[in-house]
């Protein structure tokens, strides 16, 4: 019989109870010298593999020896989930190199479920679902925690208070997010659904460790290339973000165990830092390939499909993952955890089974419109399909203020645009109106991992709304961007126009007023 006490200390160094993370060898009630005792008490029940097919392992004579979701070792150290108990077998997903499992293999269970590593070592690091290192670096860790918890119960939370940034300003005004919200990012493939994760991530990258804005991020990668992980690394790496995200990575080359277990993994790696005072974002990226794995391993049990074939409890599945977000109360910690979960729709069908259960389980969604995309509207936010539930009351109050206007200015703009499509005779009112939506979507417009203060936002959204702009040509909007954010650069412009967005209405007009005559004086030529 093979060693099974080195086999779990090389998997895990601790193990999580309940009341406190305990070593292998206390879990087993086994000392060192027992494991060679004689002694039949201190045998561990084992069984045998019956067979292997398509990731799952079929065990005899271990069903009173396991319990459901706990771990087992397989002789040849690797490791398997029970995910299913009938009277005479157990069947086990798994999470490794299926052709190292054999039939006959030996099989110890471990009377554990799965846990993994957590705490401030793992931020700057690649991790797999079960908190392995895939960077190439040791990793150095004490606690550890289950992928499986209990989301906050209610008396423990509060509600959305603070706000959360994106530096996107189309985003930040029209769509604000809170933090401890779950907010769904969605659209068709190819429209930037990444991109403004990465955006919301780097755009805390100018802050301390110690401010109070300052974010620890967990981002999860399911089912995609492994080239894509190398370029969501190198794109934080360039952007000074890397050092505070962790990278949880499930590729499309891993097993469809791991695929499922790693949103759970990332979750529990978040809520490590909104536990311990700190406000967290995870990013699942995406979602619909969870589904997709947790779908393949239902129907190789034998579980009956539904809808699409996926299972009936596959709403359960994102519901328990997506609870677990949550803004606590200060009782407990004051944390967060602000959930983005990503799903990529079928020619922008938003009515297909895993959108719309997510669309039900979030507090919001930021749909991101192909054709707006293809015609090179960067961040492609349709504000008509995409909103935010509770964001809003965390909203800065003359950010806020700006967004009912805005909203009202580019709804107007989108009645009367078809108008002028057809070339209609369009009075002096509609054509003014055109002219400021068109100018808005322009200064609405923003580069990839390009963020902006909100203060930038608050003042280009003021300048569009004034009327400044009507007269401009449009090619020097881009110009009249460039000069704001030369001038949101300089301290003494900025320590004198923030104070002003807290003041009166009156006052703030006049301010903006000021500011716009100013900065479009030479581009009303």
Avoid: W
């Avoid at 609870?323 to 990529?344: C, M, Q, W, Y």
């Amino acid at each position: 019989m093979f060693n099974l006490k080195s086999i779990l200390l090389s998997y895990s160094n601790t193990l999580y109870n309940t009341d406190k993370a305990i070593s292998l060898s206390e879990k087993l009630f086994v000392d060192e010298e027992d494991f060679s005792s004689d002694d039949d008490s201190l045998e561990i029940e084992g069984g045998f593999v019956k067979n292997v097919a398509d990731g799952i392992a079929t065990i005899s004579s271990l069903q009173n020896s396991v319990g459901f979701s706990e771990l087992v070792i397989f002789e040849s150290g690797v490791v398997g989930l029970i995910i299913d108990i009938s009277e005479d077998t157990v069947r086990a997903l798994i999470l490794g190199n299926e052709a190292l499992v054999l039939q006959g293999d030996y099989v110890e269970p471990t009377y554990s479920i799965v846990s993994i590593p957590v705490g401030t070592n793992l931020l700057g690091r690649v991790v797999d679902a079960l908190g392995n290192p895939l960077d190439g670096e040791k990793l150095e860790v004490e606690t550890y925690l289950p992928v499986e918890l209990d989301a906050p119960g209610i008396v423990e939370r509060e509600p959305v208070n603070q706000t959360l940034r994106t530096g996107m300003t189309s985003i930040d005004v029209l769509i604000p997010i809170g933090r401890g919200q779950r907010e769904l990012i969605i659209g068709d493939r190819q429209t930037g659904k990444s991109t403004v994760a990465l955006d919301t991530i780097i755009s805390h990258r100018d802050l301390k460790i110690d401010d109070l804005y300052k974010i620890a991020a967990v981002y999860v990668v399911i089912g995609q290339k492994r080239s894509s992980v190398l370029e969501i690394v190198n794109t934080l790496k360039r952007n000074n973000a890397f050092n505070y995200t962790t990278i949880v990575a499930a590729t499309a080359a891993e097993a469809a165990g791991l695929q499922y277990l790693a949103p759970y993994s990332g979750a529990t790696i978040a809520e490590f830092f909104r536990d311990n005072q700190m406000d967290s974002v995870i990013i699942y990226d995406d979602l619909s390939k969870q589904a997709t794995a947790y779908r393949q391993m239902s129907l190789l049990l034998g579980r009956s499909p539904a809808r699409e074939a996926y299972p009936g409890d596959v709403f359960y599945l994102h519901s328990r993952l997506l609870e677990r977000a949550a803004k606590l109360s200060a009782d407990h910690g004051n944390g967060s955890l602000t959930a983005f979960p990503i799903v990529e729709t079928q020619l922008d069908d938003v009515s297909a089974y895993i959108p719309t259960n997510l669309i039900s389980i979030t507090d919001g969604q930021i749909y991101l419109d192909t054709q707006m995309f293809r015609n090179g509207f960067r961040p492609a936010l349709n504000s008509t399909l995409s909103v935010s539930r509770v964001g809003s009351l965390a909203q800065i109050a003359a950010v806020k203020e700006l967004a009912g206007r805005l909203k009202l200015e580019l709804a107007q703009y989108r009645e009367v645009e078809s108008f002028a499509v057809f070339g209609a005779n369009l009075d002096e009112v509609t054509k003014l109106r055109l002219s400021r939506g068109v100018r808005l979507l322009e200064l609405l417009k923003q580069k990839a991992h390009s963020p902006l203060e909100f203060y930038e936002q608050a003042l280009l959204v003021y300048t569009g709304l004034s009327g400044s702009l009507d007269k401009i040509n449009l090619e020097s909007v881009v110009e009249f961007k460039k000069v704001l954010s030369i001038l949101c650069k300089d301290e003494n412009f900025v320590s004198a126009i923030v104070p002003s967005l807290s003041v009166s209405k009156n006052e703030r007009s006049f301010v903006s007023g000021a500011i716009a005559s100013y900065l479009t004086s030479s581009f009303n030529k």
